[in-house]
């Protein structure tokens, strides 16, 4: 499947393959356990800025107690942010209410998307919303493919689903190797958040 060359290219060979088409937009998403997920999409974010295009970032699940460094430049940047995981974080404990929420964010979601305002909308770790089963996956997949064209979307999480993977342009696996994490290091400001 990964027909990717291993090797790395010698300094004068050009990877841009010729004779390319011209896409109206792209579907990225970057999935897998390694980390580099939510931050490859902000690295796009700054991309798109750059181009002044109109962005769009919801973000899907967080950590109540981290004061996400992204949010803070986003919206000093001109990105329409949406926080909308603020009521279902790992530690709550009414499911229904949880998945309600959920359900509400994705919708609003959706409805940024079919609006067309933006050029790049991220939505970070949506594949969550779908593994758990609280948003059904061809929901998802129907509001990406429907999108109006010029609309380049960039999905985050871990496990993304098959069907959002099969209707991307560009997959990512992230591959953990090994993550400060592991040998008992916390989450670092300005490093992870
Ligand atoms: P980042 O936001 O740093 O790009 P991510 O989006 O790939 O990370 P998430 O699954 O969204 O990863 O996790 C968010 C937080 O968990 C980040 O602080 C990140 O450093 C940390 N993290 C990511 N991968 C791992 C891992 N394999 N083990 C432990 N912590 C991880
Ligand atoms: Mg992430």
């Known amino acids: 499947m990964d027909d990717t060359p291993e090797t790395t290219p010698a300094l004068t060979d050009d990877p ?12 990225l998403v ?19 800025l750059a181009r002044d295009w109109k962005v769009a970032v919801v973000q899907f699940v967080k950590s109540g107690d981290w004061k996400v460094g992204e949010e803070k430049i986003g919206r000093r940047l001109g990105v329409d942010w949406h926080s909308l995981g603020g009521g ?16 509400e964010a994705w919708a609003q979601a959706a409805a940024i998307l079919a609006a067309g305002e933006h050029q790049l909308v991220i939505l970070d770790e949506l594949t969550y919303l779908c593994t758990w089963g609280w948003v059904p996956t061809d929901e998802v997949v129907a509001a990406i493919v429907q999108r109006p064209r010029h609309v380049n979307v960039v999905v985050t ?37």
């Open 88 to 103: 279902f974080t790992w530690d709550s404990t009414n499911l229904d209410h949880d998945i309600q929420l959920a359900r």
């Open 30 to 48: 970057n999935t897998g356990n390694g980390k580099g997920k939510s931050s490859a999409a902000f690295g796009v974010m700054l991309r798109a």
């Open 157 to 193: 999480g871990r496990d993304a689903p098959q069907a959002i993977i099969d209707i991307a342009d560009t997959v990512t696996e992230m591959r953990h190797v090994k993550h400060a994490y592991d040998s008992g290091i916390m989450a670092k400001r300005g490093i992870d958040y």
């Open 16 to 27: 841009r393959p010729s004779g390319g088409r011209v896409a109206d937009s792209l579907v």
